[in-house]
């Protein structure tokens, strides 16, 4: 199975600022990877797919990016409701495998 | 817009299969996969495996393989999610997710929590 290590596992932020989640895979996954957003006790919202697209509806305060085996996550200018944990998840080949999140704290 | 409802929480014993229903609306059913994804407390999501809606071809994680079987009725435009031989230390929430061929989920379920205890 393909692994996926997030850094950090958390981080404390204040709103307004811009934060950078990194994903790495155990191997070439191409840009076949996707970002979740999931607030505490909420199911998980999509938000990014192929690395770098955007969801329907995302923010733009959103951006994804990288290919191969690392990737990251930005968002710009934090707003109250993204005090969340983040997932990445690969879809390249079965099974799909998600990274251990990264919790966003303020 | 589109919506997946599932069923209620359950509280079930060791040993025990669980059935989780997945309602899906908004969009045509038959074009889509739906996947299936677990999460214990505490930990990560966990992809577990999905379901072609439109043919019932189905793709199961081998963590689970032997213990799951996902089906769908297409005129209820339902999926579920069957799972065997519960043990206790898989108290999970299951969620269940709209999802393309060659691609990530898009739409999620709210989640439906088992707990597992004798």
């Known amino acids: 199975d393909i692994q996926m290590t997030q850094s950090p596992s958390a981080l404390s932020a204040s709103v307004g600022d811009r934060i950078t989640i990194t994903c790495r895979a155990s191997?070439?996954?191409?840009?076949?990877l996707a970002w979740f957003r999931q607030k505490p006790g909420k199911a998980p919202e999509s938000l990014i797919y192929?690395?770098?697209s955007l969801q329907s509806g995302v923010p733009s305060r959103f951006s994804g990016s990288g290919s191969g085996t690392d990737f990251t996550l930005t968002i710009n200018s934090l707003q109250p409701e993204d005090f969340a944990s983040y997932y990445c998840?690969?879809?390249?080949?079965?099974?799909?495998?998600f990274g251990q999140g990264t919790k966003v704290e303020i | 817009q589109v919506q997946l409802v599932q069923s209620g929480a359950e509280a079930k014993k060791p040993g025990d299969s669980l059935k989780v229903s997945c309602k899906a609306a908004?969009?045509?059913?038959?074009?889509?996969?739906i996947e299936w994804v677990r999460q214990a407390p505490g930990q990560r999501l966990e992809w577990m495996g999905r379901?072609?809606?439109?043919?019932?071809?189905?793709t199961y994680s081998q963590k689970f393989q032997g213990r799951v079987t996902m089906t769908r009725d297409t005129s209820a435009t339902t999926a579920y999610l069957e799972l065997s031989s519960l043990r206790s230390e898989e108290t999970a929430i299951f969620y269940c997710?709209?999802?393309?061929?060659?691609?990530?989920?898009?739409?999620w379920g709210q989640g439906t929590l088992v707990t597992v205890s004798s």
């Open positions: 908004g969009y045509s059913f038959t074009d889509y996969m």
């Open positions: 191997q070439d996954i191409s840009n076949s």
């Open positions: 379901i072609n809606a439109g043919n019932g071809d189905t």
């Open positions: 997710a709209r999802g393309i061929w060659g691609g990530p989920p898009d739409y």
């Open positions: 998840q690969h879809y390249y080949v079965y099974p799909f495998t």
């Open positions: 192929g690395a770098s």
